[in-house]
């Protein structure tokens, strides 16, 4: 069986990383937007990254430009928006997408993992459901991640143990990582 720890992913400035850096370590790996209605997440993610970091907590931020072009900038433009406007200091990878032929390995393994299974009950979940599908069909069953911000809870052996959609509430997410460690 293989772990996260089998993959090699991209670091913003380009050097290739494998995540078997991160043994031993508790991870959530995230795939990220600047320009989405679930942005003010980096901020409870930072928060949480703060609070847990040195217990051996990683975040894995994959910004992806596959919704609604909501992460036009370039690597560097999206950074910068992160640590200025969130102050975040979790590691930020390279662009990449999430869903398709060119979905990363890493993205591909950790949905067919924790396969998506709802955003949820309410008007909320229901109109991001309207959105996801009309944004995804092209992908068709290609469409691995539903929508920005969804995080994958991985736990100190590499194996993911928890997938969260956008629409989960953060406290949920803390609470998973706070078990975890």
Not at 160 to 178: C, S, Y
């Amino acid at each position: 069986m293989s772990t996260v720890y089998d993959f090699t992913v991209k670091a913003r400035k380009g050097k290739e990383v494998s995540l078997s850096e991160y043994a031993g370590k508790v991870l959530l790996i995230v795939n990220t937007a600047t320009g989405c209605g679930f942005t003010p997440h980096y901020e409870p993610l930072e928060a949480m990254y703060r609070e847990f970091k040195d217990a051996g907590f990683e975040i894995l931020d994959f910004p992806c430009n596959q919704f609604a072009n909501q992460t036009p900038g370039s690597e560097d433009e999206i950074h910068e928006f992160c640590t200025v406007k969130f102050g975040t200091e979790f590691p930020q990878f390279a662009k990449i997408d999430v869903n398709g032929e060119t979905a990363d390995p890493l993205f591909v393994y950790l949905a067919t993992e924790k396969p998506f299974a709802g955003f949820g009950k309410g008007l909320k979940n229901a109109a991001l459901k309207k959105f996801s599908d009309m944004n995804n069909k092209t992908f068709g069953d290609k469409a691995y991640i539903k929508w920005n911000f969804t995080k994958f809870l991985v736990d100190r052996e590499g194996h993911v143990v928890a997938r969260f959609e956008p629409t989960v509430d953060m406290k949920e997410v803390r609470a998973a990582v706070a078990a975890a460690l």
